[in-house]
T-cell receptor, first 110, second 112 residues
Framework: DAKTTQPPSMDCAEGRAANLPCNHSTISGNEYVYWYRQIHSQGPQYIIHGLKNNETNEMASLIITEDRKSSTLILPHATLRDTAVYYCIVPIYGYSTLTFGKGTMLLVSP | NAGVTQTPKFQVLKTGQSMTLQCAQDMNHNSMYWYRQDPGMGLRLIYYSASEGTTDKGEVPNGYNVSRLNKREFSLRLESAAPSQTSVYFC???????????FGSGTQLSVL
């Protein structure tokens, strides 16, 4: 997978927006950006993915810069249940496997 | 729709014992995966099966074997368990149309 860089941890107040950054400066033109999260002791859960346009679903929004070298996952109104490790992944096009790094530990506090 | 089902949820083994972790998916996915996760670390790929009848090594395959029994089932076997294999094991599946992985709830394995 294309290398991604995420901060190891972030804090967010409950009810505020959580903005999680990811750098992927070596991304190729046909590679997507995927986000997953892992709540303590559970299996990772898919959140959202995108190629170059901004995307939104019921869980989050994904903002990808015009040069596609970085992206931001936005949780618009974070809740305590959003406390988790968030993984940004750029799978290599045509390969079957996904590599999970250490991600960002998001702590949402009351 | 159960998704990805793993059994057992918990297991304690003695060094040298063998066991098989079972995984089944009901989403008609072609690809299936086994990951392990150690405390404070990300997930590491053990083995994967891109389609029925094929299996390939991942990042940490030593000490494990796998069987893609059919399209639904992908098992992971520890022939002679070692304390270094104490970990949480996750099975996942994925369709060929995108990179959306669906994970099971995990198996917590302790080898004494």
């Amino acid at each position: 997978d294309a290398k991604t860089t995420q901060p190891p941890s972030m804090d967010c107040a409950e009810g505020r927006a959580a903005n999680l950054p990811c750098n992927h400066s070596t991304i190729s033109g046909n590679e997507y950006v995927y986000w997953y999260r892992q709540i303590h002791s559970q299996g990772p859960q898919y959140i959202i993915h995108g190629l170059k346009n901004n995307e939104t679903n019921e869980m989050a929004s994904l903002i990808i810069t015009e040069d596609r070298k970085s992206s931001t996952l936005i949780l618009p109104h974070a809740t305590l249940r959003d406390t988790a490790v968030y993984y940004c992944i750029v799978p290599i096009y045509g390969y079957s496997t996904l590599t999970f790094g250490k991600g960002t530990m998001l702590l949402v506090s009351p | 729709n159960a998704g990805v089902t793993q059994t057992p949820k918990f297991q304690v083994l003695k060094t040298g014992q063998s066991m098989t972790l079972q995984c089944a998916q009901d989403m008609n996915h072609n690809s299936m995966y086994w990951y392990r996760q150690d405390p404070g670390m990300g997930l590491r790929l053990i083995y994967y099966s891109a389609s029925e009848g094929t299996t390939d090594k991942g990042e940490v395959p030593n000490g494990y074997n796998v069987s893609r029994l059919n399209k639904r089932e992908f098992s992971l076997r520890l022939e002679s368990a070692a304390p270094s294999q104490t970990s949480v094991y996750f099975c996942a599946s994925k369709s060929t149309t995108n990179e959306k992985l669906f994970f099971g709830s995990g198996t917590q394995l302790s080898v004494l």
